[in-house]
């Protein structure tokens, strides 16, 4: 009998798509591997990191706030990371619609904010340590904070005017231009905002494994995953799965600096998590 392994991830949606792309994932990562591989969709990062430390998923694509905090208590080992166009990070940006009269950081004080998870790098935690940089305490400078689990659903509280101004994420081409955001993937929405502010860079997502799996079993998903990713007869499930164009061996440039930065926006109480309003 194939050992078992149970793979975590965090999905924008639920629906009978991506429950098909994941069963598509998981059949070909066990063909490559020789292992039974089990999926586990978590709601939420939150939840994603609480099953990895408590041993509930063997592997998981981690964002980086997850993966640093496990990385720090040992908890886990990193596989794989992810690429677009060749590049390592990504970017938050801060969006409004594009209507809206906000014309620069400093005009969000007293609005509403739309935060994605309080362990979203670019839907929280990064937005909050650049904008205490310019001058807008995110302590105390917004009327209303809430929580909305997912890119889309941030997107979509500005959108029906929930919230003044979202938090999200983008990847940035060798020009400096928006090559992908969250806001591209939802069906008429594309004119509907405007970018207001690009903050970054933010190493990209891993894949890594719970520290305890036996080493031979680690070595058997990584080198099935750069199958995956090396695969040009089937170039659609590493994009439909990852939404990236390609893994390689190992994490991110750039995570050391990212901690500690992280670290001390911690210390400095700016990263407390919680909703207002």
């Known amino acids: 009998m ?10 924008e949606g639920d629906s009978d798509a991506s429950r098909e792309r994941m069963v598509g994932f998981s059949v070909r990562l066990a063909k490559l591997t020789g292992l039974e591989v089990v999926t586990c969709r978590a709601h939420n990062y939150t939840e994603l990191t609480e099953l ?14 997850p993966y640093l905090a496990l990385a720090r208590h040992e908890r886990v080992t990193p596989l794989v990371s992810a690429r677009r166009a ?4 990504f970017y938050c940006v801060l969006v409004v619609r594009k209507d809206s009269a906000i014309a620069n950081p400093r005009d969000l004080a007293g609005k509403r904010a739309a935060w994605v998870d309080p362990h979203s790098a670019s839907g929280y935690v990064l937005p909050r340590i650049a904008l205490h940089a310019v001058g807008v305490d995110p302590r105390e400078a917004f009327r209303e904070e809430k929580f909305y689990e997912s890119h889309e659903a941030v997107l979509r ?3 029906d005017g929930r919230a003044d101004f979202a938090a999200t994420f983008a990847w940035l081409d060798r020009e400096g231009n928006v090559s992908k955001g969250a806001w591209l993937d939802i069906p008429g929405a594309q004119d509907a905002f405007r970018l207001l502010a690009t903050f970054g860079a933010i190493p990209a997502d891993v894949v890594a494994a719970r520290t305890q799996l036996d080493e031979p079993i680690r070595e058997r998903i990584t080198t099935g995953l750069l199958t995956i990713s090396a ?5 659609g499930l590493l994009q439909d799965v990852f939404g990236v164009d390609e893994l390689r061996r190992g994490p991110s440039p750039g995570y050391a600096e990212f901690g ?3 670290m001390r926006a911690s210390a400095g109480g700016l990263l407390e998590g919680e909703e207002k309003g």
Do not use: C, S, T
Request: proline share 8%; no cysteine.
């Open 2 to 11: 194939a050992d078992m392994v149970v793979f975590g991830y965090v999905a």
């Open 52 to 65: 990895v430390h408590k041993d509930k998923v063997d592997f998981a694509r981690l964002p980086p706030i």
């Open 86 to 89: 060749g590049r390592a990070e």
């Open 157 to 159: 509280a500005v959108l």
């Open 231 to 235: 695969d040009k007869d089937n170039p």
């Open 260 to 262: 500690e930065a992280v």
